[in-house]
Structures are given as structure tokens and as C-alpha cells.
Nanobody, 123 residues
């Protein structure tokens, strides 16, 4: 079991930055962790993921080069640094945990989810 709590969302102007955090409890280091987002009227989509060791990462094409995912297993936390934000990045952002890295971008395969944090980007 893993419990996840996101924080760090808010309102930012286009071109600005935000850093999201995901605090975990339970057997955190056993799981790969992903960030997903969901805008109103749209399906939840993959943003980024990081492997159990933190060595391997994966990003959606839309955020590659602007977002950076990292994790600290000792602190049981994962962060998502978001730079050069665009209005289309606005959404509720969720962190989630999955046992197998093979499914790191597949929303249906994730086992545990946080409650989400709102990111709003003004143009």
C-alpha cells in the first residue's frame, strides 16, 4: 500500500514555473511514480514518470524539455519541476504509483493515486 499527497499547485502566468511535490507513505521505493493531468472535459493524460531507482524517466512529448521529474526515496517524495508553462498545461495534476515500470505511461495500470492539485496558467 502507498498513500500519496500532492502539493504545490497554484496560479502562474504563462512562461512561469511551478514545482509540484508528492509526499508518499508506505512501501514507496517499490513503486515507479508517475504524474498525470486532467483538464475539464478531457481524459486523464500521462505527463512524466520515474523508475523505482530514479535512474530512468519518461516524459510526454508535450512537456519534454520543460518539465523535470525527480524522486528522493529517503524522503519518500517525488517532484515535478514545471518551467515555461503554457495555458494548455492547466489541469489538475495527480501523482500515482505503479509496480511495473513497463506500464509507466498507462493510466489504467496505476495502483495508487493522490487527490490531485490544481495548476492554473494565465495567458
Amino acid at each position: 500500500q502507498v498513500q500519496l499527497v500532492e502539493s504545490g499547485g497554484g496560479l502562474v502566468q504563462a512562461g512561469g514555473s511551478l514545482r509540484l511535490s508528492c509526499a508518499a507513505s508506505g512501501r514507496f521505493s517499490t513503486y515507479a511514480v508517475g504524474w498525470f493531468r486532467q483538464a475539464p472535459g478531457k481524459e486523464r493524460e500521462f505527463v512524466a514518470a520515474i523508475s523505482q531507482s530514479g535512474v530512468t524517466t519518461n516524459y510526454a512529448v508535450s512537456v519534454k524539455g520543460r518539465f523535470t521529474i525527480s524522486r528522493d526515496n529517503a524522503k519518500k517524495s517525488v517532484s515535478l519541476q514545471m518551467n515555461s508553462l503554457k495555458p494548455e498545461d492547466a489541469a489538475v495534476y495527480y501523482c500515482a504509483a505503479v509496480l511495473s515500470w513497463v506500464y509507466n505511461s498507462v493510466v489504467e495500470r496505476y495502483d495508487f493515486w493522490g487527490q490531485g492539485t490544481q495548476v492554473t496558467v494565465s495567458s
